[in-house]
């Protein structure tokens, strides 16, 4: 069974720099052909994909938020990691981690993302 978990502080002060980290179980993040992704959902609103970085150590980006993003990992423990500079209140959301790959089902192949973290809400405020 394949699970992730955000874990990082719950309220950033604005200017700071917000970093999260994805635990993973049951997967390997360097399995060939998985990305691992974050995601994030501002109150109110809908899923903003964020970022990625490959099995390979590739790194994608949103690119509204690539000057100030950069995810991370370390395969020792199978973790991922995002950071964002400089953030400010509209950076308040609920962000999560989630794997991305083909996904078979009922016979066909599927891309997507298939196993999500259960998400942590992020403030930002002084």
């Known amino acids: 069974q394949v699970q992730l978990q955000e874990s990082g502080p719950g309220l950033v002060k604005p200017s700071q720099t917000l970093s999260l980290t994805c635990t993973v179980s049951?997967?390997?993040?360097?399995?060939?052909?998985?990305?691992w992704n974050w995601i994030r959902q501002p109150p109110g609103k809908g899923l903003e994909w964020m970022g990625a970085i490959a099995y390979d150590g590739s790194t994608y980006y949103r690119p509204s938020l690539k000057s100030h993003a950069s995810i991370s990992r370390d395969t020792s423990k199978n973790q991922f990691t995002l950071q964002l500079s400089s953030v400010t209140p509209e950076d308040t959301s609920v962000y999560y981690c989630?794997?991305?790959?083909?996904?078979?089902?009922?016979?066909?192949?599927?891309?997507?993302?298939?196993?999500w973290g259960k998400g942590t809400l992020v403030t930002v405020s002084s």
């Open positions: 049951g997967a390997s993040i360097t399995t060939t052909h998985y990305y």
């Open positions: 989630a794997r991305e790959g083909d996904i078979y089902y009922n016979g066909t192949y599927y891309h997507g993302m298939d196993y």
